[in-house]
């Protein structure tokens, strides 16, 4: 168990400051709720995945899962970092596209990619598409033979491995709607139909076992059951995996009760086991890759708030309303995830009070911290919840008719607006109305 003030930075003034900026000056500028991202965290995040690698001089490419925090700016920052992404959808390739990441250096996931996109994808000539099931496989086989081009792929596999985290973000055991299932068969047949396909480029095999997850076990056992699946797939069809993709999942730390290995340390696991197994079954040492997406951004960003009204129920709890919520942060309805909140501007002052900080959706759910140790607070103070910068601001929504917040980035002391606040006036872009 770690203090909860590790989770933030503070200035001489005594404020949190992020990226070398005061909160409060942030706030002043930008307004709240804000995004406040420590670019120079992310950076540094990037160059120890990077590092362990080069370390180890192992073959590898890190690739940023930018649904963790798909923006211009991320996609700019992780081009210029020389890492790869990968994405999920036609909007997030337009992005990716539009944010300067090469092309080769992208990657397609996804359970039900539509034909369009799968189209986009070959048309864009990006690095590789990571192919989920048969009907996904056969489509972008017509595609493939329709232009008469080749595609890189890779298959993915649901290795059957649970790993130790929230249901709804584990993804590798077998009745995982992600993947081929190696135990049926499916996966092995896959191969094969992807080995006779001279459009298909197999470059290698995909997994990953999900999110948030803190035990290392889970990802030696993947990793011992992919080093076998290539073993067997090198003795059955004489494939020769050039990359092993053993995706992302990285935990990061959100309360001061969280306490996640070093995300250097899990890889360095990844490495020395597929290395061992590999040398054990005489196989050619593929590269390895992996995709953090929280492990990069997540605990980058901080969401700073204003309190607005607060509640006391005698004998039950007190309520602290803010002036986002569900809206920009839908993790804790969803998942039960839980967080931190501290005072921007005395984030070290004696915490007087437990109370539960809300947002202002019409939603009894609409929770941000239960139980949240706090100084007194007044309207208008500055209320500051770390560790928000994956699936905040990508899951955000339009509820209520609430502008998603701005994004800014922070380092060195300077900050610059990434993502403008949203008008009302853009939340009805897309509406036509009856009355022409
Ligand atoms: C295929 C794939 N790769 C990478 C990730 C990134 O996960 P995380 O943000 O937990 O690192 C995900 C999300 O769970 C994923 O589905
Ligand atoms: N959205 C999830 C992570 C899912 C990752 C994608 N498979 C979260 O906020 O924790």
Request: net charge negative; charged share 20%; aromatic share 8%.
């Amino acid at each position: 168990m770690t203090n909860r003030l590790d989770l933030v930075d503070t200035n001489a003034a005594g404020h949190i400051a992020i990226g070398g900026v005061d909160a409060l000056k942030l706030t002043q500028q930008y307004g709240t709720p804000l995004i406040a991202y420590d670019t120079g965290a992310i950076r540094r995040q990037i160059r120890s995945f990077q590092r362990v690698f080069e370390d180890l001089n192992i073959a590898h490419r890190v690739v940023y899962a930018s649904k963790a925090f798909s923006s211009l700016a991320m996609y700019q920052l992780a081009a210029e970092s020389n890492i790869g992404c990968d994405v999920v959808s036609g909007g997030e390739l337009y992005a990716a596209l539009k944010g300067g990441m090469r092309p080769e250096m992208i990657e397609f996931h996804g359970n039900n990619k539509l034909p369009h996109e799968l189209e986009y994808a070959v048309d864009a000539q990006i690095g590789c598409i990571v192919v989920d099931n048969f009907q996904e496989l056969h489509t972008l086989q017509a595609i493939l033979a329709d232009r008469q081009q080749t595609m890189r792929v890779m298959l993915r596999v649901a290795p059957g491995i649970l790993a130790e985290t929230h249901e709804y973000i584990s993804t590798g055991q077998e009745k995982s709607k992600f993947g081929f299932d190696i135990r049926s068969g499916q996966a092995a047949r896959a191969l094969q139909e992807m080995l006779a396909d001279d459009h298909l480029d197999v470059i290698g095999v995909h997994c990953h076992i999900g999110s948030q997850i803190f035990d290392v076990q889970g990802f030696i056992g993947a990793a011992k059951k992919m080093a076998l699946l290539l073993r067997d797939w090198n003795q059955e069809f004489g494939f020769d995996a050039q990359v092993l993709n053993l995706g992302g999942g990285f935990g990061i730390k959100y309360t001061g009760e969280d306490d996640p290995l070093p995300a250097e340390e899990f890889v360095k696991t990844i490495i020395e086991v597929v290395e061992y197994k590999v040398n054990k079954y005489h196989l050619q040492m593929p590269a390895i890759w992996v995709e953090p997406g929280r492990a990069l951004v997540g605990d980058a960003a901080t969401t700073l708030y204003t309190i607005g009204s607060s509640k006391h129920v005698a004998g039950v709890c007190d309520y602290i309303s803010v002036d986002g919520g569900m809206g920009d942060n839908i993790r804790p309805a969803l998942y039960h995830a839980k967080y931190e909140a501290l005072l921007a501007d005395r984030p070290h002052a004696e915490n007087t009070q437990v109370a539960t900080v809300v947002g202002k959706y019409c939603e009894s759910g609409d929770i941000l911290v239960e139980d949240c140790p706090l100084p007194p607070t007044h309207p208008g103070d500055v209320l500051a919840v770390p560790a928000t910068g994956a699936y905040g601001y990508t899951m955000a929504s339009n509820y209520n008719r609430n502008p998603r917040p701005a994004v800014v980035f922070c380092e060195n002391g300077e900050s610059r607006l990434v993502i403008r606040r949203e008008t009302y006036a853009d939340m009805l872009r897309c509406e036509v109305g009856i009355a022409q």
